[in-house]
């Protein structure tokens, strides 16, 4: 009788810990497919190689406004100043980020002037680009005295420019440009004899117009993503175009990966394999909620980031296209490097303008959920190009 009643218990043990293995497997599943940090394997971004900015956590930090620009600089887009344009709470600027096991390099404004004297910086992308290119701007005016020596080389308005601009620092003859190729390839007519629902023809096959321009360029920053996506592409009417015929079945993410095809053979045929230094920016999340940006989406009740990994989006496609292209540069090209920013950037739902647009947005605008508000996220963007450009160039440099 004894014995039966042990091997009883013996078997609700066992029930139990098969019960047990069978939820934690469950439970480790579903992390690890919704958990961005194990959908990619990214290429490592410091010194050693042993550190990858890319993940960690948002730390609060109450003295970080007064470490960083105001919205007083100049280079400021004023719909990215939120403080300006209503927005009541500054708790957006007080998160620092903390990668896991590491710092990054502290960012050094005279550091950068100098390592950069007489060279030249492209960022080329969409408004996002833009977002962080200002960014950049402001935080490398801190290291400059007399900010009247930082100036538009063209005397362009910073606001909503849809061509290129050049902010040269002449103390230190460096030149930061910003390019706005939203594609990076270009948009032309359709060919002629094209269905009738095609209103223009995205050229996968070649890049933008604007590329004469970047060779030559020391550092490239480009950016892409925002604008491959269903909506502006094929449903407003914009199919891809190879030679001479457009395509009307070809995807947008085999459309996008074909661009950087057409990037990686111009980087071999025009910038110089061993000393330009070439990024790309990985894709910048939005957080409209209820809706998209045409539908009633918004983000102004969101005041402080996510917390809850669970409800983080999984790494997108466009992300794991770009670092294949990378991975395929990175075996000719000296010095490439994939800056992911996504995952980091998913959790700051709040750190957009939202309602707080600018002067002169009308009142049933669409909120703003894509770009930042500035100070920001992309200041921590440009953190870690700073450590990229720290392990990739400036320890590299001959003077």
Not at 127 to 144: H, K, P, T, Y
Not at 206 to 234: C, M, R, Y
Not at 254 to 273: G, H, I, N, P, R
Request: glycine share 6%; hydrophobic share 35%.
């Amino acid at each position: 009788m004894q014995q039966n009643h042990v091997s009883h218990n013996n078997e609700t043990h066992l029930v139990l810990l098969i019960f047990i293995l069978i939820v934690s497997f469950v439970l480790s599943y579903t992390y690890l497919t919704r958990n961005p940090l194990t959908t990619i394997r990214y290429l490592p971004q410091d010194k050693t190689g042993s550190c990858d900015h890319s993940f960690g956590n948002w730390v609060w930090d109450e003295s970080l406004p007064d470490k960083r620009y105001s919205e007083n600089c100049p280079f400021l887009d004023p719909g990215f100043r939120c403080r300006r344009n209503g927005r009541p709470d500054l708790g957006y600027q007080k998160w620092r980020w903390q990668p896991y096991g590491c710092n990054l390099v502290s960012f050094d404004a005279k550091d950068f002037l100098r390592q950069g004297e007489n060279r030249r910086i492209v960022f080329a992308g969409d408004s996002i680009g833009r977002n962080q290119w200002e960014s950049l701007i402001c935080m490398l005016a801190q290291g400059v005295t007399n900010q009247s020596t930082i100036q538009e080389e063209n005397g362009n308005p910073i606001s909503k420019h849809k061509g290129f601009l050049s902010i040269k620092f002449q103390q230190y003859n460096l030149t930061v440009q910003y390019y706005r190729v939203p594609y990076l390839v270009p948009i032309d007519r359709p060919p002629k004899n094209s269905p009738a629902e095609v209103y223009g023809a995205i050229r996968i096959d070649k890049l933008h117009w604007f590329s004469t321009k970047w060779a030559g360029a020391d550092v490239l920053v480009f950016s892409a993503g925002h604008w491959w996506n269903h909506h502006k592409t094929i449903k407003s009417g914009h199919y891809f175009q190879e030679g001479e015929k457009i395509n009307m079945t070809m995807e947008v993410m085999e459309a996008f990966k074909k661009s950087l095809v057409t990037l990686k053979k111009w980087a071999f045929k025009s910038l110089d394999l061993q000393k330009t230094v070439l990024f790309f920016r990985s894709y910048s999340p939005t957080h409209f909620r209820d809706g998209e940006w045409n539908n009633g989406g918004h983000c102004d009740q969101c005041t402080e980031p996510e917390t809850d990994t669970f409800n983080v989006r999984s790494e997108p496609v466009n992300n794991r296209i770009i670092l294949e292209a990378m991975q395929e540069m990175k075996r000719k090209m000296k010095r490439v490097g994939f800056i992911n920013i996504t995952y980091l950037t998913e959790l700051r739902k709040d750190g957009h303008p939202s309602l707080h647009r600018g002067s002169g947005t009308s009142v049933d605008a669409p909120q703003d959920c894509s770009h930042w508000c500035l100070p920001g996220v992309p200041d921590t963007w440009n953190e870690i190009l700073y450590s990229e450009l720290v392990r990739l160039w400036f320890d590299s440099r001959t003077y």
